[in-house]
């Protein structure tokens, strides 16, 4: 079983920083595997047109038109629930201790309240004044909803994700003063791309 | 946390970048680390082996349709020897603090470490 040693003696600025830049790495990765597990960016633009089209159908009142548009754009919603998801899981799953069970219990309801209610709302205020095509622009500002709330609640879930990796994985009681900064900034100031590494320079 | 215990077998480069993805997932696809870590299939094949000879991962082979398909996950062991190596690097930038060396800090201002 692996080579488990004793820590090195420390004391000397080129193991910490060594050790610095490992533990950058680790958390690198890591926030790799998490961006991995989240809902790809055209998840949201995919369901926001075909909640587009169930309103420009439904304001067409052609039985044709609806027979054929609203269980098309059905189709798209439930592929996308039932395929693409457990397709992004199918390359990597994240560890249990890194989900964010209980926020996604509350964030997830809360999006589709908030896409249900700016859709009614907008639609009913717009039919209410005889505003033209009501359900199509009421459904749009809904769809426009979701592609706004849905990539931001996508990086709340990465953020959380990668702060329970950190308090799982790499939180240490005695890590104080400037490493803590180097080593644990905001994920939104990195970019994705590994080789742009924003910790330590050299490439790996 | 777990007690300290830095891991050669772990600390190698590219094996820290396989453990490390593995650490933060239930399991990943052979094709998904391949890809992340920018390995050959001959290169991540050899360092699987080798955690999995150390029972540090775990590796899971199954078909979807006719196509196989190769996972590997990280065992209890090896989470654990993760963990301990982790907690060893933190000891050792901890002690380095302790020691009021304040070099490290130096070089990151020098670029060395920088953001």
Known sequence: MGGTQQPQPAGTGDSAVEAAAELAEIERTQEHVIRAALVPGWYWWVMAAAIVAIGAARDSHDQVVLAITIPLAILVIAVLIIATIPGVRRRVRVHGAVKPATQAAVAIPGLILLVDGVTIAASASLAHYRVPHPLTIGYGAGAAALVIAGPLLNRYFGRLMLRNARQHMIEAPGLRGPWRGLLYSDPGDRSPDRAGSTHYGGGR | ?115
Not at chain 2, 63 to 84: I, W
């Open chain 2, 1 to 115: 946390m777990s007690t300290a215990g830095f891991d050669e077998l772990i600390h190698a480069p590219t094996r820290l970048e396989i453990v490390s993805l593995l650490a933060a997932a239930q399991w990943a696809e052979f094709k998904y680390i391949r890809d992340e870590l920018g390995l050959s299939d001959s290169a991540l094949s050899k360092q699987l082996s080798t955690l999995e000879s150390a029972g540090y991962v775990e590796i899971r082979k199954s078909f979807v349709g006719k196509r196989p398909r190769t996972s590997a996950s990280l065992s209890r062991a090896g989470r654990r020897a993760f963990e301990q190596h982790v907690a060893a690097l933190q000891q050792i930038i901890a002690r380095s603090q302790q020691d009021g060396d304040s070099r490290p800090v130096a070089e990151a201002d020098s670029g060395i470490v920088g953001r």
